[in-house]
């Protein structure tokens, strides 16, 4: 089954503590992508990646780190999480970014993070 | 500055009736929208996309309207159902970036 899937699908941490929220899928798509989504807010773009070792910053790329050492994976990084960190965490993946524009997007099921 | 947004946040209406949930974009260089569903616990489901060549264009139940004169973006669904239920979202590349940049969603509620 053709999935994004992203670990752990919940999490309460602890301010400083660093933690790695892991996100793999399984269509081979070039593009993957990093939100967060809070009440009023709606969706905003952390980190995207338009290929292996290409990664670019977001709208919110603050206190956050990703890699992508491989395709199909693309990790997100919190260094030092922060009690303003606390959020749903989304993963997404496309098959391409044809001439800059991104094609249908694939969501994970979300990560719900709680920094105390 | 440049956003995406949504006219009204909640939408409530009857089963079997249509829906009509609208967006608004200010991106003048805005040429591809995309339509998000987004149901409770759930990741977000592509609906439907359109072209800014476009002004028209219907998929299952669902049909997407453009009207770049007034940057204006609306979803109809048609014969509303109750797993129609959800949080939608328009989206916007802004102008060709590589960015996808998303409303802030609006709540349909079908009432049975």
Not at chain 1, 62 to 78: A, C, D, H, T
């Amino acid at each position: 089954e053709a999935q994004v899937t992203q670990n752990p699908r919940y999490l309460i941490t602890v301010t400083g503590k660093k933690l790695t929220v892991t996100c793999s899928q399984n269509m081979n798509h070039e593009y993957m992508s990093w939100y967060r989504q809070d009440p009023g807010l709606g969706l905003r773009q952390i980190y995207y990646s338009m290929n292996v070792e290409v990664t670019d910053k977001g709208d919110v790329p603050e206190g956050y780190k990703v890699s992508r050492k491989e395709k199909r994976n693309f990790p997100l990084i919190l260094e030092s999480p922060s009690p303003n960190q606390t959020s749903l965490y989304f993963c997404a993946s496309s098959l391409s970014a044809d001439r800059g524009i991104i094609g249908e997007l694939f969501f994970g099921e979300g990560s719900r993070l709680t920094v105390l | 500055g440049e956003s995406v947004g949504l006219h009204l946040p909640t939408l409530s209406v009857q089963e079997g009736d249509n829906s009509i949930i609208n967006c608004a974009y200010s991106n003048s260089a805005s040429d591809y929208f995309i339509w998000y569903k987004q149901e409770s616990g759930k990741g977000p489901q592509f609906i439907i996309d359109i072209r800014s060549n476009m002004d028209k264009r219907q998929g299952q139940r669902v049909t997407v309207l453009l009207n770049k004169t007034v940057k204006h973006l609306s979803l109809q669904i048609a014969a509303t159902q109750p797993g129609d239920s959800a949080v939608y979202f328009c989206a916007d590349t802004q102008g060709g970036s590589e960015k996808l940049v998303f409303g802030k969603g609006t709540k349909l509620t079908v009432n049975p």
